[in-house]
């Protein structure tokens, strides 16, 4: 299926190469992402993936678990993480989705439906599968990104964009282009000033649809 904005992610029994269990289990109480790779052992994946490494401190400030998935088997992985670990300097110790058989990609709509993998296969043949998801508690998908083979993600900007979501979060607030945590937000339209001055206090009108204010503790 493909997934939209709001849709509860399928609970998807996941193989992995910390165990095996349901994708709800694993997001539990908690946010998620989960970011898709092609095939172990290649370049651009290897430095993904060791962001996400090095991001281990700030995953865990923000309450978020991460998993990974390539279209490759267990013992791969456990190999690659080795890899993954010298190249930089961090453990990897998040798990990483054994999808050798592409169920998971294509439930998740990563590939085309008739997608297969062929003898000697070369990650141009899985090269669809370079997705971020990020799901919310509830199990609802928040925002994904999709990049082609030639582009490292920006974990950065994925690290940006999870706290614009944690910040926004069943509160009637959006964040402005380029936000960063701690920086004024916009007060949503669903409220009217009066509203809005007794929810958030005070409030600075720009235009009569743009309204910031504070970003809520």
Same mark, same amino acid.
């Given at each position: /299926?493909? $997934?939209?904005?709001?849709?509860?992610?399928?609970?998807?029994?996941?193989? =992995?190469? #910390?165990?095996?269990?349901?994708?709800?289990?694993?997001?539990?109480?908690?946010?998620?992402?989960?970011?898709?790779?092609?095939?172990?052992?290649?370049?651009?994946?290897?430095?993904?993936?060791?962001?996400?490494? #090095?991001?281990?401190?700030?995953?865990?400030?923000?309450? =978020?678990?991460?998993?990974? $998935?390539?279209? %490759?088997?267990?013992?791969?992985?456990?190999?690659?993480?080795?890899?993954?670990?010298?190249?930089? *300097?961090?453990?990897?110790?998040?798990?990483?989705?054994?999808?050798?058989?592409?169920?998971?990609?294509?439930?998740?709509? /990563?590939?085309?439906?008739?997608?297969?993998?062929?003898?000697?296969? =070369?990650?141009? %043949?899985?090269?669809?599968?370079?997705?971020?998801?990020?799901?919310?508690?509830?199990?609802?998908?928040?925002?994904?990104?999709?990049?082609? /083979?030639?582009? *490292?993600?920006?974990?950065?900007?994925? $690290?940006?964009?999870?706290?614009?979501?944690?910040? =926004?979060?069943?509160?009637?607030?959006?964040?402005?282009?380029?936000?960063?945590?701690? #920086?004024?937000?916009?007060?949503?339209?669903?409220?009217?000033?009066?509203?809005?001055?007794?929810?958030?206090?005070?409030?600075?009108?720009? $235009?009569?649809?743009?309204?910031?204010?504070?970003?809520?503790?």
């Amino acid at each position: /299926m493909a $997934l939209r904005i709001n849709d509860v992610v399928p609970n998807l029994d996941l193989v =992995t190469d #910390q165990g095996n269990f349901k994708l709800h289990d694993f997001i539990g109480d908690s946010w998620a992402i989960l970011f898709s790779h092609p095939k172990d052992f290649t370049p651009v994946c290897t430095t993904e993936f060791g962001a996400v490494a #090095q991001l281990a401190a700030e995953w865990e400030k923000r309450g =978020t678990k991460v998993i990974g $998935l390539s279209v %490759d088997g267990v013992e791969e992985h456990v190999e690659w993480k080795a890899d993954i670990e010298k190249f930089s *300097g961090a453990k990897a110790g998040f798990p990483i989705i054994a999808d050798d058989d592409l169920s998971i990609s294509k439930a998740l709509d /990563m590939l085309p439906a008739n997608a297969y993998l062929p003898d000697g296969r =070369t990650a141009a %043949d899985s090269a669809s599968v370079r997705v971020v998801f990020i799901f919310s508690p509830d199990k609802k998908l928040q925002l994904s990104m999709t990049y082609p /083979m030639s582009v *490292g993600r920006n974990f950065a900007e994925v $690290l940006r964009a999870l706290d614009a979501l944690q910040a =926004t979060y069943q509160v009637p607030i959006a964040t402005p282009a380029n936000w960063v945590n701690g #920086q004024d937000v916009i007060v949503a339209l669903s409220l009217n000033d009066e509203q809005a001055k007794e929810r958030f206090g005070e409030i600075d009108v720009k $235009l009569p649809y743009l309204r910031t204010t504070k970003q809520p503790s």
